[in-house]
């Protein structure tokens, strides 16, 4: 039998303008994983995508990028307590910095 995790809730942040001045976009996940919480992280970055098919489009796509360097083995026995440090987490990076 295949194991997996159950994506059991969703949060995009608003924009978030660092130091320099761009703007960083994140999603995070939580899964529950073994009667606790685990969250992920989503950089959402921007591209530029040329059309492979030889007729020069050329279009701005948004992509998530899984991002490991925010959040570090949050495991939680709660929903909003994963979330909550997940958001901390997030924040003591990137904000005082």
């Not at 992509?63 to 570090?72: G, H, R, T, V, W």
């Not at 987490?89 to 910095?97: A, F, P, Q, S, Y």
């Given at each position: 039998?295949?194991?997996?995790?159950?994506?059991?809730?969703?949060?995009?942040?608003?924009?978030?303008?660092?130091?320099?001045?761009?703007?960083?976009?994140?999603?995070?996940?939580?899964?529950?994983?073994?009667?606790?919480?685990?969250?992920?992280?989503?950089?959402?970055?921007?591209?530029?995508?040329?059309?492979?098919?030889?007729?020069n489009d050329?279009?701005?796509?948004?992509?998530?990028?899984?991002?490991?360097?925010?959040?570090?083995?949050?495991?939680e026995k709660?929903?909003?307590n994963c979330?909550?440090?997940?958001?901390?987490?997030?924040?003591?990076?990137?904000?005082?910095?």
């Open positions: 039998m295949l194991n997996y995790n159950e994506i059991v809730k969703t949060i995009e942040l608003e924009p978030i303008t660092v130091k320099d001045g761009e703007e960083l976009k994140f999603r995070i996940e939580i899964l529950k994983y073994n009667n606790q919480y685990k969250s992920q992280l989503w950089r959402v970055e921007t591209y530029r995508i040329a059309s492979a098919f030889g007729n050329i279009s701005d796509e948004e992509c998530l990028i899984k991002d490991s360097l925010f959040l570090e083995n949050i495991n709660t929903i909003e979330v909550l440090k997940s958001l901390q987490n997030i924040e003591d990076k990137l904000l005082t910095v």
